[in-house]
């Protein structure tokens, strides 16, 4: 298997390490990354992730593709008669997530596009 992130190379994986999981604490116990790319495929996605205090402060996660997250948007927002609703997913700081609009090409810092 190939991954794309050194925390994946490791002996042992270790989710404590990875920005999702250091975002949340008792303070802040939910939270979403910044996008970043999937360390097993890649692609760019975010991660919501919630801790639970009374589970001796365990973490869980929630992947999400950036691709999916426009495909949702598409679907929720597409008529029967084919036309759409724009809509835009976009985080706290104004960077574009997803568009229903499928003219408007999602692309990585690289120029790529996103799928």
């Known amino acids: 298997t190939t991954y794309f992130d050194d925390h994946y190379n490791t002996a042992v994986y270790d989710p404590r390490m990875r920005p999702w999981y250091t975002k949340v604490n008792a303070a802040t116990p939910r939270a979403w990354s910044s996008v970043y790319p999937f360390a ?17 402060g365990g973490v869980v996660g929630l992947d999400l593709k950036l691709g999916s997250i426009r495909q949702i948007v598409a679907d929720a927002y597409a008529a029967a008669d084919g036309s759409f609703t724009p809509a835009y997913v976009t985080t706290a700081d ?15 810092g690289d120029g790529n596009p996103v799928t």
Not at 46 to 53: K, M
């Open 40 to 56: 097993s495929e890649g692609v760019l996605g975010i991660t919501a992730a919630w801790r639970f205090a009374n589970s001796g």
């Open 94 to 108: 104004g960077l574009l997530v997803a568009a229903s609009d499928s003219s408007v090409a999602l692309v990585d």
